[in-house]
């Protein structure tokens, strides 16, 4: 998965990626806590689409399952290309937030 | 989610993504059901869409009847699901048993025929690829964008025209040429690779533009400079001496731009 690839189709992945990078976690605690914060709620074939996007891309990785519970974790890689994801998106929220505010003076 | 429906459902993904992650979805699926978090139908349609867009994801190339098998055990399981879940029973209390029984068999059939069409689709792409020639290829303008705040991005892609598979590999030369046909003098360095090393990209042959890179610009002047726009870009793709002439409009700002390496189509801006 390259940067054009995550920008372009994976909103959901950043979502996922904003999730982990404050903790490992296994899919039900994934759904929950990204519905808590972005008010999405990702379905079980949803979210294991992003996890292998991801997971494929080294950006994500499995730790040992828990009972019936599957655990992941986000890598450097993965808080690397969150940062810059988010990074980018406050920038263009800057811009776009500016450009609104002078219209509507 | 009962188990038979979940087989059904979980038999549509990909054999790879079937074998690594379908414990995981079932035992998910299963703590959002208990937990009264979601429907059968909600989960079983989530999942069968899932299961198509899994399937199309790896099947991106021109794999139709890979593409065909894995849709008609989709509409298989789909009309299972609508018989047994709108009618509120299950298969074990459905006189329609026997016939769920078959659906699901030929839903199996018709998947592990879609998983042979794959692994044959797979093996044509593995297999090496001679270094594709200026007579089997097309370049031309695929779209342009918004890349970072201030930059524009312009999408380049190429098809193998041919009748043969043929491989690309690097970053691609460009000069950018005034309306005239006069080039411009514009500093044009490399966009960095993110993941993973440079790859060889293999174009299977057909009409689909299968790869292609990007032109990453300044759109917006900086205080006090033009900002001149080519009309076309001249390409040269690695190894391959004769140019390509594609017909772009690429704003210059800065004289500055930045070429990415040659990447299959399917992980370029899908926005664009």
């Known amino acids: ?105 | 989610m009962s188990s038979w429906l979940f087989r059904s459902l979980v038999v549509l993904y990909p054999k790879a993504w079937r074998e690594r992650y379908s414990k995981e979805v079932g035992d998910l699926s299963a703590e959002l059901l208990e937990a009264g978090e979601t429907t059968r139908l909600h989960l079983a349609l989530g999942l069968a869409m899932s299961a198509l867009a899994e399937r199309v994801r790896s099947l991106h190339r021109a794999r139709f009847v890979a593409v065909l098998l894995g849709s008609a055990a989709l509409v298989v399981v789909l009309v299972v699901m609508a018989v047994s879940l709108f009618a509120g029973n299950g298969p074990k209390t459905t006189p329609g048993f026997i016939m769920t029984v078959k659906e699901e068999t030929v839903a199996r059939a018709l998947a592990a025929a879609a998983d042979k069409a794959e692994a044959a689709a797979m093996t044509v792409e593995m297999s090496p690829a001679r270094a594709c020639t200026a007579s089997q290829l097309t370049v031309g303008f695929f779209g342009s964008g918004v890349g970072n705040p201030g930059q524009g991005i312009t999408e380049v892609r190429i098809t193998d025209a041919s009748t043969v598979p043929c491989s690309l590999k690097g970053y691609p030369a460009v000069t950018f040429l005034s309306n005239v046909g006069v080039p411009m003098r514009v500093t044009v360095g490399r966009l960095p690779i993110i993941y993973g090393a440079l790859a060889t990209v293999v174009l299977p042959p057909g009409k689909a533009a299968s790869a292609g890179f990007i032109v990453a610009s300044y759109d917006f002047p900086a205080e006090g400079t033009a900002c001149p726009t080519a009309a076309s870009i001249r390409v040269r793709l690695p190894d391959i001496p004769q140019p390509f002439t594609v017909t772009a409009p690429v704003r210059l700002c800065r004289l500055l731009a930045g070429i990415s390496p040659i990447v299959k189509g399917a992980e370029l801006a899908p926005a664009l």
């Open chain 1, 1 to 105: 998965m390259t940067v054009e690839g995550i920008r372009g189709s994976s909103d959901r992945s950043v979502l996922v990626l904003t999730s982990l990078a404050g903790g490992p976690k296994h899919g039900y605690g994934l759904i929950k806590d990204i519905e808590g914060f972005a008010g999405v709620k990702l379905g079980p074939g949803t979210l294991y689409g992003c996890l292998a996007k991801l997971e494929q891309a080294g950006l994500v990785e499995a730790l040992p399952a828990e009972d019936r519970r599957h655990p992941y974790r986000i890598t450097a890689s993965g808080l690397e290309a969150v940062r810059e994801r988010l990074a980018e998106s406050a920038r263009i929220a800057e811009i776009g937030l500016g450009r609104v505010a002078g219209a509507m003076s």
